[in-house]
């Protein structure tokens, strides 16, 4: 872990929601000093209640967290940098739009006490209440400097995020948008797509869903409203993929028109490329995992059971699915461990009567 | 569970690849005489001392289960019921194109004594090596008869499917393929469009990946060459639902680049609806299940004890997802369970002391 740099105190954090709540509550946990202010006063209540706040609004911050929704980044910012704020921030899911927004309405001079963020972390709850002090704790918190940032404001913000339990990325607001409109916002455009002609299905189709077509739609479950927002807000980076999968999209309906399998085949060999590329933990290089499945009967303590056994082989486990069945007692267990441990877990296992397949 | 009815033997697999083995194997767990055939000797002798077979595959056998790729499924069941078996079924992941290759080489009579059939179970490796006894515990099993199907045949497939611990689905070959091509085919294809955005990703874009991004992509891994294969065999329903999402990603295309949020906003509900038709667990109607977040030390032993408290609670777990973190030692665990029971389980974790966020 990363020793955290002193954090300039106290911190205001504007709009009180998962978010800036979460923020709050890490803050608290490093005894910084914190405001929050939101447009609806109840939130700040609930804020403070939690334990998210310990001092008023006109505190007069060192640091301000913008954590509004996207249509309104660009003017907050502005407002807060307006107001002299030393340093000002936000949580912002892209970054460019309200960079410029805000650029649109205070000087140049002004605008270098604001540094972008985006902390990759969520929940499909929302509001103070779906709040927590560990949201952040090890995920990747990207840090978007423009040209003109204050390199003190750069570390001051960079403390906070290392404050709040999470690792600093530090990226161009531009290249910041296209990468998460290749890794966040056009997958979940894809799996809305998928997900789409699952909504319009005949009841029968139903019967013949896996875990697959689970995880390639279960972020399409997010709020449109939010996603609305982003997907606009980031339209430049997401067109331009778009255009990209409309191109392949072409060409695959083409290929299976025609039974041609070639563009399928060159298709499916880049996405299985694209796969091996995803990051393994800890950030580090991918690493081989393999796969144990387990059978594991269906009520609780089982579970339990089957970890505890886990633990028991000195076998680390990297992931776990659970896949239900229908009209059986039973699941099947998918245990996720490296390679080079899969056969000892299995021995493991095995001789513990538990049934298992790799 | 379902009562199985008896299961005529001895049972010829052919093809002792992952699901003709994994067959035998489930087969011989209820003392049926199974024969295996591969046309590689070596498979053979693979899955017999595995314990997929006990008799020869001269033994005249009352059912043949054809485990062969795809594209040979249409002239080895025709071969099988050119020699009089009494039963044939399959196990390819496409129904109408099969039925029509063996219709076109031989008579009315001799189809009356084919009826189709799909495990749906399969794991990312292949051959006899990777077969297990349980593969098909509590997994659905579509069974495909045609018009003229014999129904004592239908029920012998029925009995065998259920000894092999499967759950029999009955469709039509058409419904069957339609069905596939919507949550299976598709999905399989946009998640390795999604995927190859990534293959082709600067290096930096990889630093903003989540749990989201990896659930889109994971089975865009499978392998090409049988993809290739289902693809084409099932490419009519394939075409029609591709069309559909090319007018639907014409239609975002527009509206993203226009930033014109209405059908954006359509699109991303009809998302929202279709996560909420998937069938919930044991084929009973989606319930409402939350998710709670633990924070778990990245050792061995530690989700043991998580799940070990977790038991203790009496709350039972749906499904379980580890996002480990970039560059700390430190993972996030999502527990799913059901929403009336999410407080209660999160009361018992903190009292235990856990660090926990819903």
Same mark, same amino acid.
């Given at each position: ?16 929601? $998962?978010?800036?709540? *979460? ?32 001092? *008023? ?19 907050? #910012? ?47 709850? *929302? ?13 990747? @918190?990207? !840090? ?39 890794? *966040?916002? !056009? ?10 002609? #699952? ?22 479950? %997010?709020?449109?409203?939010? @996603?609305?927002? #982003? ?9 331009? $993929? ?58 609780? %303590? ?51 009567? @538990?049934?298992?397949?790799?």
């Amino acid at each position: 872990m990363s020793a955290a740099g002193p954090v300039p105190g106290p911190v205001l954090v504007v709009g009180a929601g $998962l978010l800036g709540t *979460s923020i709050g509550l890490a803050l608290r946990r490093r005894d910084v000093d914190v405001a929050v202010s939101d447009v609806r006063p109840e939130n700040v209540r609930i804020a403070t209640a939690l334990g998210a706040a310990n001092v *008023s609004a006109d505190c007069g911050p060192a640091v301000v967290v913008v954590a509004v929704p996207p249509d309104h980044l660009g003017a907050v #910012i502005a407002e807060h940098l307006h107001r002299g704020s030393p340093v000002v921030t936000d949580v912002g899911s892209v970054k460019s739009a309200p960079l410029a927004a805000a650029a649109a309405l205070v000087g140049d001079d002004a605008l270098r006490r604001y540094v972008g963020g985006h902390p990759l972390a969520g929940s499909e709850r *929302s509001g103070p209440f779906a709040a927590s002090a560990a949201l952040f704790d090890g995920r990747p @918190w990207a !840090l978007t400097p423009h040209e003109r940032s204050d390199p003190d404001a750069v570390a001051a913000v960079a403390a906070l995020v290392r404050a709040c339990g999470a690792t600093p990325v530090t990226l161009d607001p531009v290249e910041h948008d296209e990468a998460v409109a290749r890794t *966040s916002h !056009l997958p979940h455009l894809l799996a809305a797509l998928v997900s789409g002609r #699952i909504a319009e299905a005949p009841p029968s189709h139903l019967a013949l869903t896996g875990q697959g077509l689970r995880d390639v739609t279960r972020i399409a479950a %997010g709020d449109p409203a939010l @996603w609305q927002q #982003i997907v606009t807000a980031n339209a430049p980076a997401v067109a331009a $993929l778009l255009r990209e999968v409309r191109v392949d999209l072409d060409r695959l309906l083409e290929a299976v028109q025609a039974a041609d399998r070639g563009p399928i085949g060159g298709l499916l060999d880049r996405g299985v490329a694209g796969t091996a590329r995803l990051p393994g933990k800890h950030g580090g290089p991918t690493r081989a995992d393999t796969a144990l499945y387990v059978a594991v009967p269906d009520h609780p %303590g089982e579970l339990a059971r089957l970890l505890a056994d886990t633990g028991e082989s000195g076998v680390n486990v990297e992931d776990l699915h659970i896949d239900h069945d229908p009209d059986r007692p039973v699941g099947l267990v998918e245990l996720t461990v490296a390679e080079d441990r899969v056969e000892h877990l299995q021995a493991s296992l095995e001789g513990r009567g @538990w049934t298992t397949h790799r």
